[in-house]
């Protein structure tokens, strides 16, 4: 299983950026999927995941209400809509996904910078 993320890029606070990963490979396995975010000098975090319906979605609390999650399991594709962005919102974005045998896979993730 293959992931690759776009969309990433420098953007003003308050505006808006839409991520998007692309899944390739052995796609009839994965289930969850999910974006994390890794700022200069702390952990990777979960920012948002994703059932494989789309019927169940979860959000940090730090980006309820700003982000949106979805996927379109046909296209193989997952995005994450990025409205109202903070400063504290910069990072490398990582577009995670689990399989049905309990593997889990990473895309090289995509930089999001939001200035003040």
């Known amino acids: 299983v293959q992931l690759v993320e776009s969309g990433g890029g420098l953007v003003q606070a308050g505006g808006s950026l839409r991520l998007s990963c692309k899944v390739s490979g052995s796609t009839f396995s994965i289930n969850v999927m999910g974006w994390y975010r890794q700022a200069p000098g702390k952990q990777r975090e979960l920012v948002a995941t994703i059932s494989f319906g789309g019927g169940s979605t979860n959000y940090a609390d730090s980006v309820k209400g700003r982000f949106t999650i979805s996927r379109d399991n046909a296209k193989n594709t997952m995005a994450l809509q990025m409205n109202s962005l903070k400063p504290e919102d910069t990072a490398v974005y990582y577009c995670?996904?689990?399989?049905?045998?309990?593997?889990?896979?990473w895309g090289q993730g995509t930089q999001v910078t939001v200035s003040s």
């Open positions: 995670r996904t689990n399989t049905d045998y309990g593997h889990y896979y």
